[in-house]
């Protein structure tokens, strides 16, 4: 018998998602990285550069999901209130990390400003989390990594938290993903999908119409953790479907 | 004096978005459309395709803010419960709406099928909302507006929210945008940042660094619902620039 998985939320920080001025691209690229270990993403919750906000919402967040991952906030002006934000949550200082200060120093050397300085502020016992290949610290408050907003940084981190993940969930069994591509509509494979969702308790199967795509109609997709289950779910189903179909499996 | 402008919340209803099979990609659309009205999105939550879940946060986001979008779980399979859901957190039935089955009937013709007419179903009491382009009604439980999550038909729903939104907010005023580029990086603008923020209460300064972009190292934006107090604001910025400075403005 499969464990339940273990379970994460994100937190997405920043005025610039909500007002559509910048498309959020981290909780997609977090959440199959963290399929891949096993873990699922239950919760995303976006809000704005509030601390009192932020407060909140991590200390929901962290205290009813294994894991919370944030995104955004964590440089040094006046609408980065993320440290802030989570030294209050889990009611500790903010403090200067003597070993980033010097990480600061040496890269900005005689243009170091107080503002780059601001880059060294942590929560009071925070881990610095590092691997060989990407030494500068990203920072872990319990279960909570405090990541960068911007996309190229968010997934230059993402190794450091896989492999911190990897190491608390053990040997966890991966998500696994099928599928069945369909030109038939919703409204027709329904009993039949209900008859695979009844008979497949522990696969979870998906639903998805394809707006005017001459290839197919609807993407049925099945998944979990017991690979022999999903595809025995998705050919239960393949087996439902009128001569003709599916157009294809994955 | 300008009254506070209203506040909108989204939830986005779908394991596919959770999952990251899918990337999310109507939040930053409805944004852009709610802001031309002068309303603000103030929070956004992702959660699966549970009833209960869903319920819950129907409640508290409709009653915390003005106005709430929901994207996903309104067609007719197993893992569409979003009607359900919003009949439960409005306290009615779920009933078939006789306008919409008859649209369903006729449109299916002798292949409708029980499927189909899923379709029809209503949380008791809503608002069928069309407009004379756009005939297929989208339902509006009070304050609540259950939007299809297929970003193609989100799209082509949105006039008829945004005409039914603009009625309700009267004649408010837009957020408008400006911005500065410069080639400084984050470090080096905060202390004239921070002077721009103190002395323009009203307009929301963001900081966006670039990551490895030869035209420019930040993007500094400049938010309001007065344009005039917007421009001064991005101008008293530049004005603080060293020379060289900015790359441009918009």
Not at 225 to 244: I, K, N, Q, Y
Request: proline share 6%; charged share 25%.
């Amino acid at each position: 018998m499969q464990q339940r998985p273990h379970r994460a939320a994100a937190l997405v920080i920043g005025n610039e998602i909500l007002s559509g001025k910048v498309e959020e691209a981290n909780v997609a690229v977090l959440a199959r990285a963290l399929r891949g270990l096993g873990v699922s993403l239950e919760r995303v919750v976006v809000v704005p550069d509030e601390v009192e906000t932020i407060v909140r919402e991590m200390k929901e967040l962290s205290a009813s999901h294994d894991f919370l991952f944030t995104s955004g906030g964590v440089g040094p002006t006046h609408d980065d209130v993320t440290i802030e934000a989570a030294a209050q949550a889990f009611g500790v200082r903010v403090v200067s990390s003597p070993e980033m200060e010097q990480m600061l120093r040496a890269h900005y050397r005689e243009r170091c400003t107080e503002g780059h300085l601001r880059m060294a502020l942590v929560p009071e016992g925070a881990s610095l989390e590092v691997t060989r290949e990407i030494t500068w610290p990203t920072i872990r408050v319990r279960n909570t990594w405090l990541l960068p907003g911007i996309p190229e940084v968010f997934r230059m981190k993402l190794p450091v938290v896989v492999s911190w993940v990897a190491a608390q969930v053990g040997g966890a069994l991966a998500f696994v993903s099928h599928a069945a591509y369909v030109r038939l509509d919703e409204g027709v494979i329904k009993p039949m999908l209900d008859r695979v969702v009844a008979e497949y308790a522990d696969v979870s199967v998906g639903s998805y119409p394809k707006w005017m795509d001459p290839a197919y109609k609807t993407k049925v997709t099945f998944d979990g953790r017991d690979e022999a289950r999903v595809l025995a779910a998705r050919d239960a189903f393949v087996a439902l479907l009128p001569a003709g179909e599916p157009q294809r499996v994955e």
